[in-house]
């Protein structure tokens, strides 16, 4: 079965630097799709960047990139320019393909960050 | 407002009483998935619907939970003579089709038992 780690319960950055939140995964799948989510207080679980396993490139979106190392199932979340509205849970989650029955995301137990203005 | 509703956004519930968690998906969206989150925990998938039809119910419980999706009208999360540790926030999810990336979430109802 395929499960999700996020080893960091919290972390904290100050405004305008950067955090990395780690996540590590193990499958036996050689494609599958993994997401970050964020959570603020108001419980919206909201999708912050996706990575397909079969591509190399890393999945960028604004201040949000990550790190996706396919052979060590590891996939980090960069936050560039720390805002305070970044403050939120993170969770990081996997994926089956598409398609079928198994379409169920598989979620780690989350990060708690803070941002210190 | 496009997104997937849930209500109520809050529940309070006696011990042994039933618990209904209602979810509409987006508007065109014929596929619903339900999740629980845990006090400290993540998002735990407990089942996926198609209009009608039940996918994949891997992750509810044996006993109490039902889940339908009928061809009219939402998604409805039942759980019969709740208990304590049944107090968690329920997430609904709703996709297009089973190829979509990802999911749009509800807000999530938080069912408390007292």
């Known amino acids: 079965a395929q499960t999700v780690t996020q080893s960091q319960p919290e972390m904290s950055v100050q405004e305008a630097e950067t955090v990395t939140l780690s996540c590590t995964y193990d499958?036996?799948?050689?494609?599958?799709?993994l997401f970050w989510y964020k959570q603020p207080p108001s419980r919206q679980m909201i999708l912050v960047i996706r990575q397909e396993a079969y591509k190399q490139q890393n999945a960028t979106e604004n201040r949000f990139s990550v790190n996706f190392q396919k052979a060590a199932k590891s996939f980090s979340l960069k936050i560039s320019d720390s805002q305070l509205g970044d403050a939120a849970m993170y969770f990081c989650a996997y994926r089956n393909p598409v398609g079928g029955a198994t379409n169920k995301l598989i979620f780690g137990t989350g990060t708690l960050l803070a941002v210190q203005p | 407002n496009a997104g997937v509703m849930q209500n109520p956004r809050h529940l309070v519930r006696r011990r042994g009483q039933e618990a209904r968690l209602r979810c509409s998906p987006v508007?065109?969206?014929?596929?619903v998935y339900w999740y629980r989150q845990l006090p400290e925990e993540g998002l735990k998938f407990m089942v996926y619907l198609q209009k009608e039809n039940i996918i994949d119910e891997s992750g509810m419980p044996k006993e109490r939970f039902s889940a339908e999706f009928p061809k009219e009208g939402p998604s409805i999360l039942r759980i019969q003579q709740v208990v304590r540790g049944d107090s968690a926030a329920y997430f609904c999810?709703?996709?297009?089709?089973?190829?979509?990336?990802?999911?749009?979430f509800g807000s999530g109802t938080r069912l408390t038992v007292v």
């Open positions: 499958t036996s799948e050689s494609d599958y799709y």
């Open positions: 508007k065109g969206h014929s596929h």
């Open positions: 999810a709703s996709s297009p089709d089973d190829r979509a990336y990802g999911y749009t």
